[in-house]
């Protein structure tokens, strides 16, 4: 059975920096693709970054293009989200997800995480 479990949430004030954390188990990952979308209140869901299992490849949502860094380690079966200099508009809850598809489109992915909540007061 894959899970994904996420951590690293928390609320924090404009500028200061946060890791998220995504343990994943279940099955070999190397031929997936490893996202993090988020999800404001009332808002759709929306990419944010993500990295190819082999390879390493990335991508990222122009909003948090040189802010956020997403890597793997593949020896913990884990990928990070390192977030800096956060604004109140990246308030929301953070998920992770797997997929053979990947890409930007929460669609191409399988499987899902809980979600954990980042709050980034002004």
């Known amino acids: 059975q894959v899970q994904l479990v996420e951590s690293g949430g928390g609320l924090v004030q404009a500028g200061d920096s946060l890791r998220l954390s995504c343990a994943a188990s279940g099955r070999t990952f190397s031929s997936y693709v490893m996202g993090w979308f988020r999800q404001a209140p009332g808002k759709e869901r929306e990419f944010v970054a993500a990295v190819r299992w082999s390879g390493g490849t990335t991508a990222y949502a122009d909003s948090v293009k040189g802010r956020f860094t997403i890597s793997r380690d593949k020896v913990k079966n884990t990928v990070y989200l390192e977030m800096s200099n956060l604004k109140p508009e990246d308030t929301a809850v953070y998920y992770c997800?797997?997929?053979?598809?990947?890409?930007?489109?929460?669609?191409?992915?399988?499987?899902w995480g809980q979600g954990t909540q980042v709050t980034v007061s002004s």
């Open positions: 997800a797997a997929g053979v598809g990947g890409g930007r489109d929460g669609y191409s992915y399988d499987y």
